[in-house]
Structure formats: structure tokens, C-alpha cells
T-cell receptor
Framework: KQEVTQIPAALSVPEGENLVLNCSFTDSAIYNLQWFRQDPGKGLTSLLLIQSSQREQTSGRLNASLDKSSGRSTLYIAASQPGDSATYLCAVERDNYGQNFVFGPGTRLSVLP | DAGVTQSPTHLIKTRGQQVTLRCSPKSGHDTVSWYQQALGQGPQFIFQYYEEEERQRGNFPDRFSGHQFPNYSSELNVNALLLGDSALYLC????????????FGEGSWLTVV
């Protein structure tokens, strides 16, 4: 059974800091890994998708890496801003049908002005 | 273009009652999935609909059922509600198959008392 964990559970940083969020999964047989953002009481927004054959993806100040063999992914946020405050969720796709994700519990990020 | 829309946004039900939640996918999307998100946890996959058929199902009891209509909209039905069913129910849509961008609605908050 696939299990996804995320460390840390919560993080508070001053504006401008670079930070790293960690995600681990127990079964390396995944199709893709995605990072999502969730604002309080809202739905999820896809940030980055890493195909199983890729090692990293970048979008603006965000960079995500994937190491399937070790069952790990990291999300790097550069020059953090108060608007980055949200919960960040890591999810692995179990097959190629799409949308069948196993989510981690998330990391709650607060960026202080 | 409207994204994924869900209704109702909030509702309160009594134990033992039944509830129906509705989802309209993003325009053109043919695949719809439902997730349950308890407070402080990551979403859990309930099931996925494609071409009006339940294609995949997570580890949820038969009390949870669904339907997809010819226009790709979907309903989630939960019978014999339990207190533990209280959660945010999220609908997600995409074009079929992994790797396509997935869009989530803002969810329906269900409270069972």
C-alpha cells in the first residue's frame, strides 16, 4: 500500500527566505508526482507535475525534484513571499488513468512579512 | 471559462441521512474524480468516473456511490451518514489519462451531527 509522508508538518519563515519542503513515498512504482497548493478552506491548485521519467521541474520560483529509487521528492521555493502562505501537498499517481492520487498530509507554510 | 464548480458549498446533515453532492467539470473535461478531505489531512481518493462508468474506486464503503451524466457532470451520494463522514468533499476534473493538468473545485463542506 502506497503511503506518502511530508516533513515538516508546519513551517514559518520570514519573507525572502529560500525553503525546502520534503515528501517521501513508500512504493517507487509511480507514474507521476505532483505538488499542489491549498489555501484555507479552498480546493487544490496544481503547481508542478514531474513525470516518472523526469528528475525535476521548474516553474518560476518553484523547483521540484524527484528521486524514484529513494522514494523522495522536494519542493524548493526561492525568495519566499507572504502570498506563498498556504498548505503544500505532495501526491503520487498510481496509474496512467490520471487523477488517482495518493496524497501526503501536507506542509502548512507561513511566510511572515 | 468556469473551472470546476461544486454545490452546495456547505451543508449540515443528521446521522443516518443521505446526501447528494454535485460537480460540473471544467469545460471539455471528460474525467471526474471525487476526494474526501478530513480536517488537517490530505485528500483521499473515493472514485473516478469516465464515460459515465465508475472506472476506479478507493477504499470507501458502498455507502459512497456516484454517477456521471452525458454532459460529464457528476454526483456523489453518501447514504446512512456517520459522524466520521464530516469532511470537505472535492471534485477534480481533467482530460483522460495521466499527465494532463487536473483542476479541483473548491469543495463541499459536509458536517454530520
Amino acid at each position: 500500500k502506497q503511503e506518502v509522508t511530508q516533513i515538516p508538518a508546519a513551517l514559518s519563515v520570514p519573507e525572502g527566505e529560500n525553503l525546502v519542503l520534503n515528501c517521501s513515498f513508500t512504493d517507487s512504482a509511480i507514474y507521476n508526482l505532483q505538488w499542489f497548493r491549498q489555501d484555507p478552506g479552498k480546493g487544490l491548485t496544481s503547481l508542478l507535475l514531474i513525470q516518472s521519467s523526469q528528475r525535476e521541474q521548474t516553474s518560476g520560483r518553484l523547483n521540484a525534484s524527484l528521486d524514484k529509487s529513494s522514494g523522495r521528492s522536494t519542493l524548493y521555493i526561492a525568495a519566499s513571499q507572504p502570498g506563498d502562505s498556504a498548505t503544500y501537498l505532495c501526491a503520487v499517481e498510481r496509474d496512467n488513468y490520471g487523477q488517482n492520487f495518493v496524497f501526503g498530509p501536507g506542509t502548512r507554510l507561513s511566510v511572515l512579512p | 471559462d468556469a473551472g470546476v464548480t461544486q454545490s452546495p458549498t456547505h451543508l449540515i446533515k443528521t446521522r443516518g441521512q443521505q446526501v447528494t453532492l454535485r460537480c460540473s467539470p471544467k469545460s471539455g473535461h471528460d474525467t471526474v474524480s471525487w476526494y474526501q478531505q478530513a480536517l488537517g489531512q490530505g485528500p483521499q481518493f473515493i472514485f473516478q468516473y469516465y464515460e459515465e462508468e465508475e472506472r476506479q474506486r478507493g477504499n470507501f464503503p458502498d455507502r459512497f456511490s456516484g454517477h456521471q451524466f452525458p454532459n460529464y457532470s457528476s454526483e456523489l451520494n453518501v447514504n446512512a451518514l456517520l459522524l466520521g463522514d464530516s469532511a470537505l468533499y472535492l471534485c477534480a476534473s481533467s482530460f483522460d489519462y495521466s499527465g494532463n493538468t487536473i483542476y479541483f473545485g473548491e469543495g463541499s463542506w459536509l458536517t454530520v451531527v
